[in-house]
């Protein structure tokens, strides 16, 4: 069940041929410079920004609706520091090819860059569940946005607050 | 834990059925190396940390995951996949520095 | 790093021989299961509490990566041998200068002074998270009171209250009188009515208590459970001697060690003092196998886990009636109730409940653990806010940096002690290591 360390100087080509050849299905539209596609400087990491620029350059003009009917997020309320909150996306879908969820983006207002990750499905998933550990800088608004396959847009958001020790921590 | 970087560990449910929604969860050791600052400039350098996860089952491609160095160290990632077939399901995570982590578990039926 | 002082000052009575197999029965009951000699700390070098003198005189402190390194040899530690009395209250008269509201309220939120606001609520939406180990301020300018009586009280309030909680601010150094007068007239502005409370989450009686991090043995949960498997793979090898553990212990580390957790820290008659686990695998390995298992090593740390580990849902069942554990017991719950450091704390401030003291209740955004529930029997436990694994006596180190005190070595017999008091109260109840805190 466990795996190992890949050599790790296999080249970015290696890397690349090896995920062409599990057939991905879909391209999904870049992400622009926030997810380094091989290279964390600070050029491939985009520049800090508040949250609208970083909705504005991910969705432009495109209306982001409210979807907390159908999105559950979870999220502590308090998170007893920043470095590791967890958070759980799901998003009710019938993940069939003509109406899935695309893609989930997970953003924190107010980190120096928002995005924190964008999850990328398919419906043979069946089920759009993800879930990850955050590192938030302060406390914030954490936003889960759906992407669906018609290119709409919805949105939940919930604050943390981030807590910290009354001595030393 | 330098030494420990890019194990993997995965976890399913004991028993699963022909058709079943699987709730998988995994971790990988990594950094996850923070941005820097220093006399309140960021430090320009090729940060570590984990931009890619990819999911495969039976070959396929089912999932794929863009992430930051906003994600916690020892990063930590769950989702469901609908169990149609035995077989592997595989993890890779790929970092900014080249590195390839792989986990594989072997879905079967009961 | 050694005390210079004999323990035998302190202790009065003569050393009745150190060899080993004296009988025990003449020994100075004060001094039973206490080593004949100073412990040699086996401990890392950043773990060993040592003060160095720079060659221009200034004194600093070796601690952690990361960790202060001011020296607070000025304030009594946890070390038999320091024999210092608690500081004496002292009252000063108020300065008659301006007090200042505002600076006032900026010493309350200064985490580099309390901050006060750990332990006392005041007015202010961007207070968070305040405490309440000590009462609510929010109304205290109600009360009226002469501003030399509010001035003693911060400056020193064991005028007032003996046995108190809270620290003599300008006693010890950490307020200046005249910071003391700002923090008077800020006190002065605390009067009703309360702004409305917009979220349950500011005042600490309303505040949710933390929920934790699931599942502390699920390995894709706590990063701990796979350092401790690594350590399964040292149980095979080979040390310098050309044993490895598993020669002498057969059938595998878990199986092996079954039980063997829920009885430390016991005392060791070989080595004459309480040990933990993590003492006695930093002289065990090197003994046996000729590997080094330096006290917080993470060789140390992960074989301590996986020790533990094998006991994981059995009691813990330490030892306290035999003479020895007895006198040790004793000892520890000394240093529990003894206060320490500039802050001038005890370990029974924070995590005793009832009488203004704190568990149980909200340090800053900290809920204080109280001691009868049992705080060990999760060590050594993944810290998510470092990233790492710690054992109780970095824990203990850590909690005692903030209060302004030295560190005594990890591996201290001070710490073992005081250790074994704490298990006491997780008697009879299942191991569970490693945990997961913040």
Partial sequence: MDGSAIDPRLTRRDVLRRVAAAGVAAILPALGPEAARAQGTLANLGPEEAVDATLKRLFGSRPIKDGSSVIKLELPLIAENGAVVPVTVEVASPMTAQNHVKSIYIISDKNRRPLNARFNLSPALGQASVGTNLRLGESTDVRAIAELSDGSLLMAKREVKVTVGGCGG | MASEIGRVRIRIPSSIKSGDIVKVRALVIHPMEIIQRKDGKVVDKNYHFIHKVVVTYLGRELAQFETTQSISENPFFSFSFRATEPGPLKITFLDTHGGKYEGTTDIKFS | MTRSRLLGVLWGAAVLGAAAGCAEMDVNPARRGLPPTPWVSRAVPEATGEVKTLPDGKRQA??????????????????????????????????????????????????????????????????????????????????????QHV???????????????????????????????????????????????KSPDRNPETRPKPVGFGDNLDPTNNPAVLRAEAAEAAWSKKGPQGKACADCHAGGP?????????????????????????????????????????????????????????????????????????????????????????????????????????????????????????????????????????????????????????????????????????????????????????
């Fill in chain 3, 254 to 438: 878990l199986p092996a060690m079954k039980g063997v957790a829920t009885r430390y820290p016991k005392y060791v008659k070989e080595h004459r003092r309480v040990m933990s686990i993590e003492d006695f695998l930093a002289v065990h390995a090197p003994a046996t196998t000729g590997t080094s298992m330096l006290a917080q090593s993470p060789a140390n740390l992960d074989m301590s886990m996986l020790v533990k580990m094998a006991s994981n849902g059995m009691p813990v069942a330490v030892d306290l009636d035999s003479p020895e554990h007895r006198a040790a017991y004793l000892r520890g719950q000394a240093g529990f109730t003894r206060k320490v450091g500039q802050r001038n704390h005890a370990c029974a401030d924070c995590h005793t409940a009832g009488g203004g003291k704190g568990a149980d209740k909200f340090l800053g955004g900290r809920l204080l653990g109280n001691v009868e529930n049992g705080l060990t029997r999760h060590f050594p436990t993944w810290r998510t806010s470092q990233s790492d694994v710690w054992d109780m006596r970095k824990r203990m180190q850590w909690c005692m940096t903030p209060l302004g005190m030295n560190m005594l070595p990890a591996d201290a017999v001070e710490y073992a002690e005081l250790e074994l008091y704490l298990t006491s109260f997780d008697r009879g109840k299942p191991m569970d290591v490693p945990g997961m805190r913040h």
């Fill in chain 3, 62 to 147: 070796v601690r952690y990566p990361g960790w202060t390194t001011a020296d607070f040899g000025r304030f009594r530690t946890y070390a038999y041998d320091d024999a210092r009395p608690d500081p004496t209250p002292t009252r000063v008269p108020m300065p008659s200068i301006q007090g200042d509201p505002k600076k006032g309220r900026s010493l309350f939120l200064a985490r580099s002074v309390g901050p006060c606001t750990g332990c006392h609520l005041i007015q202010g939406e961007d207070v968070w998270p305040a405490g309440n180990v000590g009462p609510d301020l929010s109304t205290y300018g109600d009360r009226n009171l002469p501003d």
């Fill in chain 3, 151 to 197: 001035f003693n009280l911060v400056y020193d309030s064991r005028h007032i209250y003996p046995r108190t909680t809270m620290p003599p601010w300008g006693t010890v150094g950490l307020l200046k009188p005249e910071d003391v007068v700002h923090v008077v007239a800020f006190l002065k502005t605390q009067k009703s009515p309360v702004p409305p409370e």
